[in-house]
């Protein structure tokens, strides 16, 4: 018999293939006149290698590659840059699918839906309510201190690519966890004035009507072949599985949604659930640099949100809805997960 297919990848997994956004940060290092070997120090690759077009690497050696590459240009536009280069991108059928979307719709399909390909580090994650559109980005394989790094690239990519595609530039409105850097002209620049700092989660929003409006140039035909050759390259080598944290993620929030549930879940509970121990769960989480409370909280920041802003429930609903009994433990709780009471953030993110 066979040997089944992981039901998820996990980060010491090869499969990133290193001759597409690697080599994109590796180029605009060597532009700025990076040398290449002090460049790849401690990745454990060559130049060379990357060349071949064979190469694939793990999540550990593209973060080294980005530590470096920060630390060797010491500017603070490295992740904007890097970002301008990825979508639509040069991944073969994957970027034709992205480049020939008929509107914004589309064009998020096709990024969640190939982005092991396009997005091989930060899971994006689409929502919508009857205003807008939110494209929301989680960690798939544990980058730690490097999320943002990875959250101002992607938040670029997706800029750029709507404007290059749409033919104008959209009115993106940005939430970002982290505090307000110093080098906050660089969003102006590169993203736009509507950024939001010490958000809950990192999100992009947009009124929904941009949605279905028609881009120009863009072919039915070739994208939807484009879009097929894509998920057959990625049946074919295992890449449609999602990351572990994704899983997880997936697993908890259809286990919170589905109201008939009331048992609570526990790191015991969602390892059953996932035919390994407790102990094996933790050592998983741990090497993805977070553990089980913090992928709880992070899917009930992400449920609440919803309910606060999209649904209109007030805190006794989504305190209900989350299977909390007390009201003031839910406060105290969606304080801990925001860093914020409910209606401080609901009146600071509308």
């Given at each position: 018999m ?9 980060r ?15 180029d ?19 130049y060379q ?15 080294r ?15 904007f840059l890097?970002?301008q ?5 040069h ?8 480049r020939?979307?008929?509107?914004l ?21 689409v929502?919508?309510?009857d ?14 201190a ?8 992607a938040?670029t ?5 709507c ?7 959209l ?14 002209e660089?969003?102006?620049?590169h ?10 989660q ?6 929904r009507e ?13 994208g939807q072949?484009a ?5 057959h ?8 599985a999602?990351?572990?944290?994704d899983?997880?993620f997936d ?10 549930i ?5 790191l015991?509970?969602?390892?059953e659930?996932?035919?390994m121990?407790?102990a ?12 089980f409370?913090q ?7 992400y449920?609440a949100?919803d309910?606060?802003?999209s ?6 609903e ?14 105290r ?8 009471l ?9």
């Open positions: 066979s040997a089944q297919p992981n039901p998820w990848y996990e010491d997994e090869r499969f990133i293939q290193a001759h597409h956004q690697p080599a994109c940060l590796i605009l290092a060597l532009t700025r006149g990076i040398d290449s070997h002090r460049l790849l120090r401690g990745t454990g690759l060559f290698d990357i060349l071949t077009g064979q190469q694939r690497i793990c999540t550990e050696q593209f973060l590659l980005i530590d470096n590459a920060q630390q060797l240009q010491g500017s603070d536009d490295c992740s890097f970002g280069q990825l979508l639509p991108g991944y073969g059928h994957a970027s034709h699918a992205l020939h979307a008929q509107n719709s589309q064009a998020l399909e096709r990024l969640v839906l190939l982005r092991r390909r396009v997005s091989p580090l930060l899971t994006p994650r929502r919508l309510d205003k807008f559109v939110y494209l929301h980005w989680f960690d798939s394989c544990g980058a730690g490097r999320e943002v790094f990875l959250v101002e690239a938040m990519a997706v800029t750029a690519m404007r290059w595609l749409s033919g104008e530039p009115p993106w409105q940005y939430q970002l966890r982290h505090t307000q850097p110093g080098y906050i660089q969003y102006w620049v993203l736009g004035e509507d950024v939001r700092f010490s958000c809950p990192n999100l992009m929003r947009l009124p941009y949605l279905v409006k028609s881009w120009p140039h863009a072919s039915v035909t070739v072949v879009e097929q050759a894509s998920l390259e990625l049946a074919a080598a295992n890449e449609l999602p990351s572990i944290l899983a997880l697993h908890i929030h259809d286990h919170i949604s589905q109201s008939r009331r048992q609570p879940l526990g015991e509970r969602l390892a659930a996932h035919g121990s407790a094996t769960l933790k050592r998983k989480l741990k090497r993805h640099d977070t553990q409370q992928q709880l909280d992070q899917v009930r920041t449920i949100l309910l606060y802003l649904k209109g429930f007030s805190s006794d989504v305190a209900a809805y989350l299977n909390f009994n007390d009201r003031a433990n839910f406060r709780s969606f304080k801990r997960w925001t860093g914020y409910p209606s401080d953030l609901i009146g600071r993110l509308a």
